[in-house]
């Protein structure tokens, strides 16, 4: 049964949450600055620390007044009353990707407390189970069933390279828009991300295959979008002849979706990051090493990678 501060914390809006400990004060402010410092957007600068906020509400609630005496359990116990709690939009249970979004954002944070030697916790097997991610991932067989959906014309030669990047590389979306021509090492088999997230540069190694259907689109596809007269440094190129944005390649993948004859994919909400979980899933299954598959994916600490491992045991077949 909740406790009357359990039912407060979970039913609380979350800006309006009051914070007593003077300390948990400092931290918020001090998180806000790292932030920044890292380069995050300005959104998620002031978005991350209101949701921290909300947790440390929560700690005040249980009587945990030192950060360093936050345990897996007690981020376990705050999921469970995120997943019952009501939006104060309406009547409805907070969103999965809410929820999701209060875990990534629990998880840098407990790297900012370790940065800083102010402890660092946890996050409990529990709570990564109970919170379902919000992008579906694909098996072997459907990823198939989009590229045999594919056609033989420009657009399927460029849906193959766009496959490619984002199922293939595992790349973000902006990190795959954001490609030159330039950036894709042929004879190294390796793809050069100068723009990944939180400004970071990475190389990404990828298969034959993956490298023989960038190389087609390149050497054909690629130049038939092109505007004569018109140079274009940017390896994915709209029918207009600029970069092709990032909406528009999920819209290709959402036409390869129609297009095919696997019913269970057709039920599917896919997008540009399915594509991303999908390949880290199936690399686990594989049995590559978690901090790997970390380091293709570009995720700065191995704790991101971890819900792959729920995810991979999820799909088995």
């Keep these: ?23 948990y004060h400092l931290l918020l402010s001090s998180f806000k600055e790292w932030l920044q410092l890292l380069g995050y957007t300005s959104t998620s600068v002031s978005g991350f ?8 509400f929560f700690l005040e609630s249980q009587n945990i007044n030192n950060i360093r005496e936050v345990s897996a359990e007690n981020v376990s116990t705050y999921f469970s009353l995120l997943r019952e709690r009501l939006a104060h939009e309406g009547n409805k249970c907070l969103s999965v990707n809410y929820i999701n979004k209060h875990l990534q954002v629990l ?11 102010m402890g660092g916790f946890a996050i409990a097997e529990q709570a990564l189970k109970a919170v379902k991610n919000p992008h579906e991932v694909l098996s072997k067989e459907e990823i198939q069933s ?44 390796l793809i050069y991300v100068r723009k990944g997230k939180n400004y970071t540069e990475r190389y ?36 207009k002849g600029n970069r092709l944005d990032g909406m528009s390649a999920c819209l290709r993948i959402k036409a390869l979706q129609k297009a095919s004859d696997d019913l269970a994919l057709l039920q599917k909400k896919i997008g540009l990051h399915s594509l991303r979980h999908s390949v880290a899933t199936h690399l686990l299954q594989q ?22 491992t729920h995810l991979a045991e999820e799909t088995k077949t």
């Design 1 to 23: 049964m909740k406790t009357k501060k359990q039912k407060q914390v979970s039913q609380y809006p979350m800006k309006k949450l009051p914070l007593h400990n003077s300390f």
């Design 49 to 56: 620390p209101y949701m921290i906020q909300e947790f440390l």
């Design 107 to 117: 998880r840098k944070f407990s790297s900012y407390l370790r940065e800083n030697d």
């Design 146 to 189: 989009l590229y045999n959906a594919t056609g033989n014309d420009v657009f399927g030669v460029r849906d193959k390279a766009i496959l490619g990047l984002y199922y293939g590389a595992g790349l973000r979306r902006n990190e795959g828009v954001q490609l030159d021509k330039d950036d894709i090492l042929f004879e190294q088999g």
């Design 204 to 239: 990404v190694p990828v298969n034959d295959r993956v490298l023989k259907d960038l190389s087609v689109y390149q050497q054909s596809s690629r130049e038939w979008f092109k505007y004569e007269g018109k140079e274009q440094e940017a390896f994915l190129i709209s029918l």
């Design 287 to 308: 049995g590559m090493p978690l901090q790997k598959i970390a380091q293709f994916l570009g995720h700065k600490t191995i704790e991101s990678t971890q819900i792959y």
